[in-house]
């Protein structure tokens, strides 16, 4: 399945002009608030008709306005997970579950008590909405969209409205979604955590417009791209889980060189994911010695990317991939930084918080 | 029911039907006006409730007699109905219209506040699981605004039976025919010695009408109950 969006919008004073093309698995929309994210994922919904353009699913066209086509939402056959749930409040659990699925007849593939057990939400049946947490009501909610049987699934910040332990709690349902589901799912996030372990391709918005688009690892690791401003810059590194040790450390493998991390719950032979955040990495360009931190990549400056404060950004390419680190112009100056300059990756265990780690 | 003189009992049972199918008649109308008022833009919507809450404002003798110069025999919508079979002058179904008349601004307003208090989101999300316009209407809007919906025609029973004005002056006062509770009072007051009849058919209306309002109380608390805390 793909999706194909080329769409043109203005809402007040705002354009919106957005074209991209969506591979299966998860294809996230990232960027920050304001930048049009959930403008096109409701006119892939149909909840929004766009001036122009055309919205096509497997083939399927949803919109084409030169062709004066445009399908209400009702006859898109697609999961809609909303930020806020939206459960309907005087409707059971079990009722909430069934209602897309009734009006999708045979149309509905996935078997409800499957969907019901990858939950976890078998004890809820009988509940209504009300007397749910917010983790219980957005479990609910992406087995009603789920269960509808749709073509796409389409989540908008599921977990924004979520505290932090709640966001952990979510999340590997949209994992397991991903590996367990054929449906595949355009996501709207503005948290690198979030695009760092669900995507599979990552289309970036800034002001209405797609500024790149490409496999999550490609994106996230280019110091280009920082929707959500320096803070939030962060490289994707690939690993296999090599062993885990009785200290509560999990050693990685990547590229050959050596990761500990915080206890990861996955088996050993597993690949995973890794987001390291730019702020979490030192740099040196001897090889340190007497340090507290585990992780010691080595690498090559590849780029450096002065930002708008006094911090700057620098790509360093290393066994285990690009990874990012962000310090001061002082430093970089200091430590003679620049593109081709040898140089040593320093990276915290404990910066890495499970939350950055995901299954692949 | 000895208490009552058979001609008493008879006003009070006409009120009962003209106020029932007075409210049956007028609620769905009367759902539908509110949702377009709540939900619709359209243009003249502001001409339209201010008809719909016309007979609200308008002295009920003027209602009446613009019924009755309406939907009379010889007016224009009167004299078509009656081609077909359908007559309301002077008979207990011009006493309904009336009474439907005048309650309907009364259920249009319950009834549209309640829609508005629904949020479209939830509509939203019911049209992207596959329900048609219609069929989240009765699957998501209807049961959440059945609160107001119960109110409304709560409200506007109870309108129809105090209806006094607007019947009189559209269909007269004849015994059995168009004689409703408030009518009989009214005549039984006009009567040397009638003072004993128009009490028991007061004592009457206060019944009807605080146990119409113990009911609205009991049923909105019930499904209030249902539908809290989204």
């Not at chain 1, 001036?51 to 006859?75: C, E, I």
């Not at chain 1, 749910?132 to 957005?138: A, D, I, N, R, T």
Request: proline share 6%; hydrophobic share 50%; charged share 15%.
């Amino acid at each position: 399945m793909t999706l194909a969006v080329d769409i043109g919008h203005t809402l007040g004073g705002f354009r919106l002009d957005v074209s991209f093309d969506a591979p299966p698995g998860v294809t996230v929309l990232f960027g920050r608030s304001g930048s049009g994210k959930t403008s096109v994922i409701n006119a892939v919904a149909g909840l929004l008709k766009p001036d122009r353009g055309r919205v096509a699913v497997d083939g399927a066209v949803l919109v084409d306005t030169d062709a004066g086509r445009w399908l209400p939402p009702h006859r898109r056959r697609l999961g809609y997970i909303f930020q806020e749930g939206r459960l309907f409040p005087h409707m059971t659990v079990k009722q909430n579950l069934s209602y897309g699925r009734w009006f999708a007849g045979n149309g509905a593939t996935e078997s409800m008590d499957h969907v019901i057990d990858m939950l976890g939400i078998g004890h809820l049946l009988s509940r209504r909405p009300g007397g749910l947490s917010g983790g219980e009501k957005q479990r609910v909610a992406i087995g009603r969209a789920l269960l509808a049987g749709p073509r796409l699934l389409l989540a908008d910040e599921p977990l924004a409205a979520l505290d932090e332990g709640r966001k952990a709690e979510i999340l590997p349902y949209f994992e397991r979604l991903r590996d367990e589901v054929s449906v595949p799912i355009l996501y709207v996030s503005h948290s690198a955590a979030e695009v760092a372990r669900l995507a599979t391709t990552v289309v970036v918005l800034q002001d209405g417009k797609v500024v790149r688009q490409g496999p999550a690892g490609e994106v996230l690791s280019d110091p280009e791209v920082m929707p959500t401003g320096v803070r939030g810059a962060g490289a994707l590194l690939v690993a296999r889980v090599a062993r885990h040790h009785d200290d509560g450390l999990t050693e990685l493998e990547a590229g050959g060189a050596a990761l500990f991390l915080p206890m990861v719950a996955q088996e050993v032979g597993r690949e995973v994911r890794v987001r390291v955040a730019a702020h979490d990495v030192i740099l040196a360009r001897e090889k340190p010695v007497g340090l507290s931190a585990l992780n010691l990549l080595p690498g090559t400056v590849s780029a450096i990317r002065p930002g708008d404060g006094p911090g700057t950004l620098v790509s360093l390419e290393t066994p285990a991939g690009t990874v990012l680190a962000r310090v001061t112009r002082r430093s970089a100056q200091a430590l003679g930084l620049e593109v081709g300059a040898a140089c040593h990756a320093v990276i915290k265990t404990v910066a890495i918080a499970p939350e950055d780690v995901g299954g692949l | 029911m000895g208490w009552l003189g058979p001609e008493e009992w008879q006003a009070v049972a006409l009120s009962l039907r003209v106020s029932f199918w007075a409210t049956l008649v007028a609620l769905p109308i009367g759902i539908f006006t509110a949702y377009a008022l709540a939900r619709w833009r359209f243009p003249g919507k502001q001409v339209v409730n201010g008809l719909v809450h016309l007979p609200l404002i308008l002295p009920p003798v003027v209602t009446g007699y613009l019924l009755l110069l309406t939907f009379g025999t010889t007016g224009p919508v009167g004299g078509l109905l009656e081609k077909v079979g359908i007559v309301f002058a002077f008979r207990w179904t011009g006493a309904a219209l009336a009474a439907g008349v005048m309650a309907f601004p009364l259920m249009v307003r319950a009834i549209r506040l309640s829609i508005e208090s629904v949020d479209p989101k939830l509509e939203e999300a019911a049209a992207t699981l596959g329900a048609s316009r219609a069929w989240v209407f009765v699957t998501v809007t209807l049961p959440l605004i059945l609160p107001g919906v119960l109110a409304g025609a709560i409200l506007a029973f109870a309108k129809a039976m105090g209806e006094f004005g607007a019947t009189i002056t559209f269909v007269s006062n004849i015994p059995g025919q168009t004689q409703t509770l408030p009518s009989a009072v009214y005549a039984f007051l006009q009567v040397p010695g009638g003072e004993g009849p128009a009490m028991r058919l007061v004592i009457v209306s206060v019944v009807i009408a605080m146990g119409a309002l113990l009911l609205s109380e009991v049923v909105a608390r019930r499904a209030a109950s249902r539908v809290a805390g989204g």
